[in-house]
């Protein structure tokens, strides 16, 4: 039986939240935009290539969808500390 | 009461801002409460600072874009900052709706005197269906985080406290958190919205 590795990687937490948030965003129709403020309004398909990027919206977003499925309790506490941060 | 507001009108965000504070407008014109409306290019700086200084204005609600420290007009003038003009909200109740002020600018403006502040300490978004732009208000995406935190001017237009206000419109925000988390609910995509919305909105 293979030894499971206690430490994960960070980076691999974090691209999993990223894949898990695009996932996410996925589900939104297409005619759907989201208003930022300042920043000015997104599409789905702009949302997703931010993520991707981890720009600062990205990482805005990100924050969003997980502090989401942090109230929902579908991810544990551990797991989000590895997620990227906006600044 | 006096009421004074801002409504910038020229990028998408202030265009359905614009149209949702109508709403406010209408609502306090019929409690009979006086308004000053400072719509479009009347949302500039040396306006808003005239108005401020000059009549007896009880609460403020500013609508646009901003940062942790300002609050911008019509074409994105600054009109707000830190260190420039937060002393004019003196005994006034505020009401910012825009992103990140309330981080830095809110606590500046209850530092200098003023009886209350609501606004956000993080980027306010809204979802929108781009098919009603040119209807905002009866856009079913948009509509729920606009009636929510709506619902902050609609309670301050009663005469209610700055923390009643932030209070009722939190109250609004888990009912619809509620509504939309429903197993009938459709657009739950709506959730992370409401639930961020909610959680950057404070009150000093």
Sequence with gaps: MEEKNETQNPSEDSEDMVNLVIARLETIPPNVELSVGGEGSFSIDELIERVRKQDNLGKKIIEMQLAYLRSLGKLPTQDLQNAPTAN | ?204
């Design chain 2, 1 to 204: 009461m006096l009421l004074l507001l801002t409504r910038p009108r020229y990028d998408t965000p202030t265009h359905y801002l614009f149209y949702w504070t109508g709403l406010l407008i209408a609502d306090a014109k019929k409690k009979g409460v006086k308004v000053i409306d400072l719509d479009k290019d009347k949302a500039e700086k040396k306006k808003l600072r005239s108005y401020l200084s000059k009549q007896p204005i009880d609460t403020v609600i500013l609508n646009g874009h901003g940062s942790p420290e300002t609050v911008a007009g019509e074409d994105n003038e600054i009109i707000l900052s830190t260190g420039d003009g937060t002393e004019l909200l003196k005994n006034k109740v505020i009401f910012v709706r825009a992103c990140d002020a309330g981080a830095i600018l809110g606590k500046e403006i209850m530092k200098n005197g003023a009886r209350g502040f609501i606004g956000y300490i993080q980027p306010f978004m809204f979802l929108i269906d781009k098919d009603s732009f040119n209807k905002p208000l009866e856009d079913e995406l948009a509509t729920p985080v606009l009636e929510c935190s709506n619902q902050v001017g609609a309670s301050l237009i009663k005469g209610k406290s700055a923390i009643e206000a932030h209070k009722d419109s939190l109250n609004k925000y888990a009912e619809t958190i509620d509504k939309y988390s429903s197993s009938e609910a459709t657009n739950s995509f709506l959730l992370p919205i409401l639930l961020w919305n909610m959680t950057s909105q404070v009150c000093y």
